[in-house]
């Protein structure tokens, strides 16, 4: 079974500092990887994602994540944190060329401060 | 174009009520999935319909139910509510069952009390 970790619930940066959102995954098979941001009242919007054709995947608002198949890893970065960045970050795994379910992380909720 | 949009926004209901919810995918989108999100479980898939068939459900109980039209809406229904169906229920819409990218409405926040 697939499984996303997303460790801790809660990270708080300044403004301008860069953001590292980590995400561990685990898949029997070639996964795709998605990173989707809520904000608060709000539905899910796709940051980006990752479909096999580059490991290093931009996004939009100056996001990126770079898969890693030997760590297991898809870290969600930005190198500098912008106020509007507060919210919360869900790391999400599919099979199948990303036909199948979402199975989604606990999510990590970032805090910019001034 | 216009977005997934869901129906009510927020409804709250007592225990043992039911309740059924509305989602209205992107135009032309044929497939409809909806995940319950709660601060203990997170996001968990409920079932995911496409062309107005079932293709794939979550581990959730037969109180959980939906079903799609025609016209791609989709409804879920909660029989007998229990205070744990609270949540924020989400809908997210794709073009057809292998789009690997899956479009979100706001939610319907259901409380049950």
């Known amino acids: 079974a697939q499984s996303v970790t997303q460790l801790g619930s809660h990270v708080s940066v300044s403004e301008g500092a860069l953001v590292l959102l980590r995400c561990n995954y685990s898949?029997?098979?070639?996964?795709?990887l998605f990173w989707y941001v809520q904000y608060p009242n709000q539905g899910l919007q796709l940051l980006l994602k990752?479909?096999?054709?580059?490991?290093l995947v931009k996004g939009i608002n100056g996001f990126e994540a770079e898969f890693k198949k030997s760590e297991t890893s898809f870290h969600l970065t930005k190198p500098s944190a912008h106020m509007s960045d507060a919210a919360e970050y869900f790391c999400?795994?599919?099979?199948?060329?990303?036909?199948?379910?979402?199975?989604f992380g606990k999510g990590m909720k970032l805090t910019v401060n001034p | 174009k216009a977005g997934v949009t869901q129906t009510p926004r927020y409804l709250i209901k007592t225990r043992g009520q039911q309740v059924t919810l509305s989602c209205s995918p992107i135009?032309?989108?044929?497939?409809v999935s909806w995940y319950q999100q709660t601060p203990g479980q997170g996001l968990q898939f409920l079932f995911e319909?496409?062309?107005?068939?079932?293709?794939n459900k979550g581990n959730f109980p037969g109180r959980f139910s939906g079903r799609q039209f025609s016209n791609s809406r989709s409804e879920m229904n909660v029989s007998t509510l229990e205070l744990g169906d609270s949540a924020l229920y989400l809908c997210?819409?794709?073009?057809?069952?292998?789009?690997?990218?899956?479009?979100f409405g706001p939610g319907t926040r259901l409380t049950v009390l």
């Open positions: 997210a819409s794709r073009p057809n069952a292998g789009s690997n990218e899956q479009f």
């Open positions: 135009s032309g989108h044929r497939s």
């Open positions: 990752y479909t096999s054709a580059a490991t």
């Open positions: 898949s029997s098979v070639p996964p795709y």
């Open positions: 319909y496409f062309s107005e068939t079932q293709r």
């Open positions: 999400a795994v599919s099979d199948k060329g990303g036909s199948e379910k979402l199975v």
